[in-house]
RNA sequence: GUGGGCGUCGCCUAGCGGUUAAGGCGCCAGGUUGUGGCCCUGGAGAUCGAGGGUUCGAAUCCCUCCGUCCACCCCA
């Protein structure tokens, strides 16, 4: 599974001109915590924080893009063709309770478009992201998306979301009374009984956006229907850190049970400026591989198997041992699956681990063969044997 | 951060107050003094997650801890 999925996510991502980067597992904990990250979940609870041995505060990665934003500015990627797009796979982790396609060591997927404000590349990374899963087989996902606005629009649609909140507050959540004064975008995404009563009368994201928010959305969603990619409009879908700007959006499978999400995305075209580099807008996604993993079963959708084992080399005295090593070295020379057996076990155990192993032929050498320079070859499928010189040995295991 | 389930040979499981802790898979060996798959026989392999307690007696009951799984929250 491990491979096949790694494997059409390089594929996919080479094939739209996307270069793979490698980041480092832990960076400078500010690289990851942006100010605006503040009373999110990452934040309190889910980083793994430490400090190095010089005091350095650090921190293990906790997505992809982050590092990638850092790299950008650091090895000056700005001076390259724009936008620069890159892929990468990656370990990431979150102190979080581990539970069903939820764990605290992860692997994400994911690619970043830098560099570019063009809806053009808002539909071309969420293309990218469906044409990846529908390369692995997996059926049924929605793609849900929304718009929420940037700088320009923002502040005034969470003074209407405040506004709108003001006498409820006594109603609702816990969190969400904290929300409100900390991160309002977050209250329209609350999972807790008490605050739903709420949510569908409460100003909706995409109806507060200034008129350039209102093109780039109309815009993408031209695209995606240009595209024949259907979608859905979620105004519930939101991004609680600052950065993030203007289309969001998530892929789900239709299947009931938790983790719904397996991949997520959007624009952050603040991210760029905040970690010290020059306003530069940039959009990606981001998807665990073991949640596609995950779906992929669910799905009954199965790997090639392994290429069976060619041939199993049984030692038949050990005075042959050397003899039987060097041959299984030529033949995996000459492009062969080759395991040797060992002159501590009887021929009659080794022969039943070549049979366990599925091995197409079993080589014998003993003192036999050593003496003519033959070697004995067994067809573990027919049990047809013969004796012919090692040479001739090496050239039948070659064929196709 | 919250709630729940489960921890017995490498794996799966039985046993639920007194058993030499049982079985299946896998592993090793023999039945074939140089030959597999099926079958038969034998063998190795378990301080019953850890610590404490109750009891004449604990894998079995109680407590604590640890681990693991599932769900909420959140997210990938």
Redesign the pocket.
């Known amino acids: 599974y491990w491979r096949w999925v790694r494997d059409t996510a390089v594929r996919i991502a080479e094939s739209y001109g996307y270069g793979e980067i490698q980041t480092p597992v832990f960076e400078r904990v500010g690289v990851f915590l942006r100010p605006g990250a503040a009373g999110?979940?990452?934040a309190d609870?889910?980083i793994y924080a430490f400090k190095d041995r010089g005091g350095d505060d650090l921190a293990l990665r906790t997505?992809g893009t982050h590092g990638v934003a850092r790299a950008y500015i650091e090895h000056g990627m700005s001076s390259w063709p724009q936008p620069v797009r890159l892929f990468y796979i990656v370990s990431?982790f979150?102190y979080?309770?581990?539970?069903?396609?939820?764990?605290?060591l992860?692997?994400?997927f994911g690619v970043e478009a830098i560099g570019d404000g063009e809806p053009a590349l808002d539909a071309e990374v969420i293309d990218l992201q469906r044409t990846f899963y529908a390369a692995l087989g997996l059926q049924d996902l929605r793609l849900l998306i929304n718009s929420i606005g940037d700088d320009v629009c923002r502040p005034a649609y969470l003074e209407k979301l405040r506004a709108y909140y003001a006498d409820k507050l006594d109603l609702l959540c816990g969190?969400c009374r904290r929300r409100y004064d900390v991160n309002p975008l977050?209250l329209l995404?609350?999972?807790?009984e008490p605050c739903q009563p709420f949510k569908a009368d409460a100003p909706k994201t995409v109806d507060y956006l200034c008129e350039a928010c209102d093109a780039h959305f109309s815009t993408v969603q031209g695209l995606l229907q240009g595209l024949d990619i259907a979608y859905e409009i979620d105004h519930s879908l939101v991004?609680?850190i600052d950065y993030y700007t203007r289309t969001a959006f998530?892929?789900q499978p239709q299947v009931e049970?938790?983790?719904?999400?397996?991949?997520?995305?959007g624009r952050y075209d603040g991210l760029i400026a905040q970690l010290g580099g020059n306003p530069t807008p940039g959009i990606g996604?981001?998807?665990?591989?073991?949640?596609i993993i995950l779906n992929l079963k669910r799905q009954g959708l199965r790997p090639l198997p392994p290429p069976p084992l060619d041939a199993f080399v049984?030692v038949?005295?050990p005075a042959?041992e050397a003899l039987a090593l060097r041959l299984a070295r030529d033949l995996r020379a000459g492009g062969a699956r080759v395991v040797t057996g060992g002159s501590?076990?009887?021929?009659?155990?080794?022969?039943?681990?070549?049979?366990?192993l599925?091995?197409r032929y079993?080589l014998?050498?003993?003192?036999?063969?050593?003496?003519d320079g033959t070697?004995?070859l067994?067809?573990?499928?027919?049990?047809?044997?013969q004796?012919l010189p090692t040479a001739e040995a090496l050239v039948r295991l070659k064929g196709p």
Do not use: W
Not at 257 to 265: E, F, L
């Open positions: 999110t979940d990452l609870k889910e997505d990431v979150r979080d309770r581990p539970q069903a396609g939820r764990y605290r992860h692997h994400q969190d977050r995404d609350c999972k807790n991004r609680g998530e892929f049970g938790s983790q719904s999400t397996i991949g997520g995305g996604f981001g998807t665990g591989l073991e949640r049984a038949a005295d042959a501590g076990r009887s021929l009659r155990s080794q022969m039943r681990q070549a049979s366990a599925s091995a079993a014998v050498l003993g003192r036999q063969e050593l003496k070697v004995t067994r067809n573990l499928s027919t049990s047809e044997e004796r």
